[in-house]
């Protein structure tokens, strides 16, 4: 869940990730996410005190990020699909599209400065795909749990892989289409579990080492891959 904690004079959104670590920690990321991971039923006046002590060390940073150049898009550097990084060729002769051929990204494009907007929506035409199959086998693998088949909604999010509607549909990060399956899955098991816990309550994570016992691992691979991602091309997607 996400809060702004404007009323104890904390300044900055953060996310609370529930485990079963013993002690509290905090983490700033280069894209000025902050996320405060707590041990599970860990009261809200101690999350609030802890971050309240540790404001300074959090706004400094923010600041510290901020003052970097953003990274941007290169042609030069190997883009990701599924957890593999592929390096790119670049044609300006039709036909006109990406493919996956030769171990390589090949671009046609009548420019390079088409090419992000162009690998942008093979990106999102692949994930329309994938994500699609790898519900279906996910909600498959939890038909004990009889969820009603939910409805899958694909956009960007900064800080988030993807959320559940009380009304009972998904939205999964565009950007995991550069991930690997298990991590896609992963974030699908997590999702679909709030379809019957919709809390991060002990009951949620109960269910999550039900259906998926390695999901503390797959989350930490999550995390780690996430560091090395390039830019997503420009031009959106």
């Known amino acids: 869940m996400s809060e702004q904690l404007e009323k104890d004079n904390v300044p ?5 990730r529930y485990s079963r670590r013993r002690t509290l ?4 990321y280069p894209d000025q996410r902050v996320e405060l991971r707590a041990p599970r039923g860990c009261p809200e006046h101690v999350l609030q005190a802890f971050l309240v002590e540790r404001r300074d060390w959090v706004e400094r940073k923010l600041q510290e990020f901020a003052r970097r150049p953003p990274r941007r898009f290169s042609l030069a550097e190997p883009q990701p699909y599924l957890g593999h990084f592929y390096p790119l060729s670049l044609h300006q002769e039709p036909p006109y599209g990406v493919w996956l051929a030769a171990g390589r990204l090949q671009l046609r494009c009548r420019s390079p400065e088409e090419a992000p907007r162009l690998l942008a929506g093979w990106y999102r035409r692949q994930a329309e795909t994938v994500f699609a199959a790898r519900l279906a086998a996910c909600h498959q693998a939890m038909a004990w749990l009889q969820l009603a088949v939910p409805r899958l909604r694909l956009r960007r999010m900064r800080s988030r892989w993807g959320s559940c ?14 991930y690997p399956l298990r991590l896609i899955d992963y974030v699908l098991v997590h999702e679909l579990c709030h379809l019957r816990e919709f ?8 269910l999550m080492d039900a259906v998926l016992p390695d999901w503390p691992q797959r989350r930490q691979e999550l ?10 091309p420009d031009g959106g997607g």
């Open 12 to 16: 900055f959104a953060y996310e609370v």
């Open 25 to 28: 920690a905090l983490y700033v």
């Open 165 to 178: 509607s009380s009304h009972g549909s998904i939205t999964l990060n565009l950007e995991l289409i550069r």
């Open 199 to 206: 809390h991060h309550g002990p009951a949620f994570y109960r």
């Open 223 to 232: 995390r780690a891959l996430a560091g090395r991602m390039p830019p997503w």
